[in-house]
């Protein structure tokens, strides 16, 4: 069983940072995608960036810029730096683990206020 937990979600205002947290725990498997989406009422779930196992990044056209996904060593912690933020970023904020099977968080909630 793989587990994923994230943190460091809060309340911030228009145009200030912050960043999230995913550490995976539980059984050693092979991970090669990870990647944060997020899902704000009434809206699709939305991703918003990858990282691949060789650290190939990609970003959704609206966070592009301001956000900044990366792995920790040894890969264990995922992380999603977020700068410039904007009310329209306001969403839970998820991790995904995927390689044979997919791994999903609970979410860590994100609201900017303008």
């Known amino acids: 069983q793989v587990h994923l937990m994230e943190s460091g979600g809060g309340l911030v205002q228009a145009g200030g940072s912050l960043t999230l947290s995913c550490k995976r725990t539980?059984?050693?498997?092979?991970?090669?995608?990870m990647a944060w989406y997020r899902r704000t009422p009434g809206k699709e779930r939305e991703l918003v960036a990858t990282?691949?196992?060789?650290?190939?990044?990609t970003y959704a056209d609206s966070v592009k810029g301001r956000f900044t996904i990366s792995r920790g060593s040894p890969g264990n912690t995922l992380y999603l730096k977020m700068n410039s933020l904007k009310p329209e970023d306001t969403a839970v904020y998820y991790c995904r683990a995927a390689g044979g099977l997919e791994y999903w968080g609970q979410g860590t909630q994100v609201t900017v206020s303008s």
């Open positions: 539980g059984v050693a498997v092979r991970i090669n995608t």
């Open positions: 990282i691949s196992s060789v650290g190939d990044t």
